[in-house]
């Protein structure tokens, strides 16, 4: 993303005051330029933004070009949506390569050691569980009671979420498919991310939701607009100009809704 997006983006939030919660991910967005910029900005330009998150993969906190980084995050009451894709080494390693889960637990107890995932404190930490295959996670509360039990003495909240892999290179696509139609829930709809949420990718274009940015399908505007795909520099006032764009939706979308549902905050019911 350049400082151009990133100026554009704080242009529009400033003027979008009923957005409450911005969500910056990557990669590991703490590396880029951009991140602290707009942490610090949005802090002191947009205060009616009561949340910002960092979907932090845990070993950035490890580098020593990062040294600052845990201070950095408490000073801005920053929320952290951590990646720790299970509470057993070996699957964590098989995921994320070699020693991904000891440089992860290390970077979770200097969290625990500035004051995020304790009791009563206000520096909130949420762990995201990554099934290995192509099936749907657990039940995030029988997750939660795991990892508790697992990680003795961490006290953490657990939010369970899904990736989707490429499951036709290993002849799974079919039967993945029918697990998620056929666990379709008609309850979990009034939740779905896609609601009220709108993606903004590196380059400003505007999507959906995470899964339809992976999948290069940019918003659907309304029919007064021009054609193509629309950016940040589109908007005139503000992204609550999004209001009434219909959600462009397709297969993947069983992925959202299937059994418990499934958002970038975890299940939905």
Request: one cysteine or more; glycine letters at 6%.
């Amino acid at each position: 993303m350049s400082l151009e997006v990133a100026d554009r983006i704080m242009e529009l939030l400033k003027r979008s005051y009923n957005i409450h919660t911005v969500d910056i991910t990557g990669g590991a967005p703490e590396m880029h330029h951009a991140f602290r910029y707009l942490v610090r900005r949005i802090r002191a330009e947009a205060t009616h933004v009561r949340t910002i998150l960092d979907r932090c993969n845990l070993t950035i906190l490890q580098q020593a070009n990062q040294s600052d980084l845990i201070w950095f995050l408490r000073e801005h009451n920053i929320d952290i949506v951590a990646s720790l894709p299970c509470y057993l080494e070996e699957n964590v390693d098989m995921q994320r390569g070699n020693t991904a889960y000891r440089r992860s637990v290390a970077a979770l107890r200097q969290l625990n050691g500035v004051g995020y995932g304790l009791p009563h404190s206000p520096l909130r930490l949420d762990l995201v569980y990554n099934p290995l295959g192509p099936y749907l996670p657990p039940n995030q509360l029988e997750l939660e009671v795991q990892y508790h039990d697992y990680l003795v003495s961490q006290v953490w909240d657990l939010l369970s979420s899904r990736f989707l892999q490429d499951l036709q290179e290993a002849g799974q696509y079919e039967a993945y498919m029918e697990l998620l139609v056929n666990a379709f829930n008609p309850a979990t709809l009034d939740g779905l991310m896609c609601l009220d949420q709108v993606h903004v990718s590196y380059d400003g274009s505007l999507y959906d939701c995470d899964f339809n940015y992976a999948l290069e399908l940019p918003v659907m505007q309304r029919l007064e607009r021009k054609a193509g795909r629309q950016t940040v520099f589109d908007l005139e006032h503000s992204f609550e100009e999004m209001s009434g764009y219909r959600i462009r939706t397709g297969k993947h979308c069983f992925g959202c809704t299937a059994g418990s549902g499934s958002s970038c905050g975890g299940a939905i019911l």
